[in-house]
């Protein structure tokens, strides 16, 4: 008992944290709480869902229709994950921006975090068994098939079947409710090796002299960040719930009807500009996996005498277009494969990788 | 400042008042809340409710 | 106007900022050394990309001549005209007369249950009264048949055709979807079922509709299987409101939006307490992060040199 109050004591309150962190540290501990969101709307919702193709979709109109406060619950699940996405993006970009990159063990877990909760987003997308729930799980389950020799077997092996149908859903439903408690335990090791030497902080200097405990400081600093993005969400959620949602997910899944354009939810639109971007199948799956993981190569290129990117005016300048590259792919995403958007989506892939690419060669600019 | 003792004295003091207190006071907090915020919605919406309507219609 | 500003903030502009980092940051800065030239560049290089941003953002949203259908316009609905707007209950009433008298002709209402009308459209008498007027099939009873019996509250509204291939045969092989969740599953919502109503002409020259078809410039690709259904004075409102083209397909898009979203007048309830409450939590909190970051933002540092070390 005295060994647990010891944990708690050191995590979250006399944890010595560097007393210039900004807001932008803040959504560490947001991300959390839509953990905790996601994980308590989620179980209430397998109460009354049932994960056969027969009856998904139905069971969801149940669940809004009968069940009480089912609407909210399931808005509350589906603005969640959305929610999730926008703050993880926003923690990701603090993390390139002041180079929180080079706690190597922090950023490769918290990359691994990131992986697995697109894993389970997507896994999540299928389950109301709408027409883009069905169609974007054949898009993206047949993506594997470009894996040389493996491919065709991998696919079927994934549907149980040879299509996208009720083996399918059903085994979505069961990693779609066992990730997210192996993305509890990926945190917890994200925490235990932030807390091995504690946040950065924006100046990217080594600060062991000007600490301040945790609580009642940073205790009070997250609450504050909590009561803005409750606000927010609220807000959403009930005045335009389904703001995000596509109106195609609103037909049930029909295997013989291809909606006229196929796109996934808008935080998977970025990726999905990078695959569609690179003429070839297999290329095209290894850019849109290369366009998370490449983020791992940041630790070992960087070789500038200062963490923040606030220290080099190139850097911010690089950092910006980063951003806004991530922006325009995202819009490019939504849009049909036609002309002006092909070039486009082509061009923007290329810069958002020469973020990465240029890293190394940075120090003889800064110069 | 001598309401503000009373309240520290015979309220604040105690946890077991103080507790109590929460609750009491949640519970009439909850009550005008709920009252207030329903008066106010029904005053906007004047006219579209379904209530409004049905007095319409028998009238 | 300066002048203005400078009353205003110049005490502020004069005073120190209490910590001497942001200036130590100055000197770490490596774009000191830069000519004026490399600067110039790096900002106008900067500017050109937030430009292009802006320009494709404007692109975005004005040229939209890339297909052939007309998006409709917005129109101003009353869940959309406050912050807090209910639906008009007595337009979702009639909107469900025109349903009842036009639509479930040919479309399903499949979701929706007669008891789901009680304290929305129709008091429990009067929804008792009109699950009543419908047949409902029943069964097996207890020698295994199925029968017809007066529906109740519980039933859920009968639907046109016993399954799709029949509403496919009965309709040139085109199938009326079902309507509850009609105006969530279309781009446009409410605006579209309006147009789509109300939008039938006759085809501009050059575009052939084929038998049992019709035009609708709303529709994607232009030609609809569902016939105008809306014309003036085709039933006659239970509460003395003119029918108007217009009218009808404003209440019955008002209705099928109810159909889709039972719970909107909940949800503004709780709009309205929950931006109540979060604003004074907000408020709460962020005074309490100043209260408590006070001293520290407050706090001075002073840089006191090691003493020198002694002479040898």
């Known amino acids: ?367 | 400042m001598s309401f503000n003792k009373a309240l520290y004295n015979n309220i604040f003091r105690r946890s077991s008042t103080f507790a109590l207190t929460i609750c009491v006071s949640a519970f009439f907090f909850e009550r005008a809340f709920d009252m207030g915020t329903e008066a106010f919605f029904r005053n906007y919406n004047k006219g579209k409710l379904f209530d409004d309507i049905i007095e319409r219609s028998s009238e | 106007m300066a002048a203005s500003l400078g009353r205003l903030y110049g005490n502020r502009l004069l005073k120190l900022k209490p910590s001497s980092i942001p200036k130590q940051i100055c000197l770490y800065s490596t774009a000191q050394p830069w000519t004026k030239g490399r600067k110039a560049m790096l900002t106008s290089l900067g500017v050109l990309t937030g430009g292009a941003g802006v320009l494709l953002y404007a692109l975005e949203n004005s040229v939209k001549a890339g297909d052939l259908e007309l998006h409709p316009p917005k129109y101003p609905w009353d869940v959309t005209s406050g912050l807090f707007s209910t639906f008009d209950h007595a337009s979702v009433r009639r909107g469900y007369e025109v349903y009842k008298n036009v639509c479930a002709a040919c479309h399903s209402l499949q979701f929706v249950a007669y008891r789901e009308l009680v304290g929305q459209t129709h008091t429990e008498e009067e929804a008792k009264a009109e699950a009543e007027e419908a047949m409902i099939e029943d069964g097996p009873d207890a020698e295994g048949k199925y029968f017809k019996r007066p529906g109740k509250l519980s039933d859920y509204i009968p639907k046109p055709y016993p399954n799709e291939e029949a509403a496919r045969a009965a309709n040139n092989g085109a199938y009326p979807p079902d309507l509850t969740y009609i105006t969530m599953a279309r781009h446009g919502g409410q605006d579209y079922i309006f147009s789509i109503l109300t939008g039938y002409c006759d085809a501009p020259a050059g575009v052939t509709v084929q038998e049992g078809q019709h035009y609708n410039p709303y529709f994607p690709g232009g030609a609809i299987g569902m016939a105008q259904a809306l014309y003036n004075e085709i039933i006659e409102y239970s509460d003395g409101t003119p029918a108007t083209q217009s009218q009808l397909a404003k209440d019955v898009t008002n209705f099928l939006h109810w159909t889709g979203n039972p719970d909107h007048d909940t949800r503004m309830l709780y709009l309205l307490k929950s931006m109540i409450i979060m604003s004074v939590l907000v408020g709460w909190s962020f005074y309490w992060k100043r209260f408590k970051w006070s001293n520290l933002k407050t706090r001075k540092i002073f840089f006191k040199p090691p003493p020198p070390p002694p002479k040898v």
């Open chain 1, 1 to 367: 008992m005295k060994k647990n109050f010891k944990i708690i004591n050191n995590f979250l309150i006399n944890l010595p944290t560097p007393s210039n962190i900004s807001y932008w540290w803040n959504f560490g501990s947001i991300l959390g709480v839509c953990l905790l969101i996601q994980l308590i709307s989620g179980i209430f919702l397998s109460m009354h869902y049932t994960p056969s193709i027969n009856n998904a979709f139905y069971s969801l109109i149940h669940i809004t229709r009968d069940v009480n406060f089912g609407w909210m619950t399931r808005v509350i699940h589906a603005n969640g994950a959305s929610m999730f996405f926008f703050f993880m993006f926003i923690h990701t970009g603090r993390g390139i921006y002041y180079g929180s990159f080079l706690k190597k063990k922090v950023w490769i877990s918290g990359t691994l975090i990131m992986l697995t909760l697109m894993a389970t987003a997507f896994l999540g997308y299928v389950l109301p068994w709408g027409q883009m729930s069905f169609w974007g799980a054949t898009v993206i389950t047949n993506l594997l098939s470009a894996i040389p020799y493996l491919g065709n077997t991998l696919v079927s092996w994934i549907w149980g079947g040879f299509s996208v149908e009720n083996p399918t859903l059903n085994r979505f439903f069961s990693f779609h409710f066992i990730l997210p408690f192996i993305l509890c335990l990926m945190i917890m090791f994200h925490l235990i090796f932030l807390h091995e030497k504690g946040s950065s902080n924006p100046l990217g200097l080594k600060n062991k002299i000007d600490k301040i405990s945790f609580h009642p400081y940073f205790t009070i600093k997250d609450l504050y960040g909590f009561m803005l993005v409750f606000i927010m969400f609220l807000f959403i959620n009930f005045k335009t719930p389904f703001l995000l949602n596509d109106p195609e997910n609103f037909t049930p899944a029909n295997p013989m009807v291809t909606p006229p354009h196929i796109q996934p939810e808008w935080y998977f639109l970025f990726a999905y500009a990078i695959l569609r971007s690179i003429p070839n199948k297999l290329g095209g799956v290894l850019a849109l996996f290369m366009s998370i993981i490449i983020i791992l190569t940041l630790p070992f290129t960087m070789n500038l005498k200062f963490k923040s990117s606030s220290m080099y005016l190139v850097k911010k300048i690089l950092f910006l277009i980063f951003c806004s590259t991530f922006m325009l792919l995202t819009w490019i995403g939504a849009k049909p494969v036609e002309p002006p958007f092909i070039l486009i989506g082509q061009i923007l892939t290329v810069i958002y990788f020469s973020y990465f690419l240029v890293n190394p060669f940075l120090y003889k600019i800064t110069k």
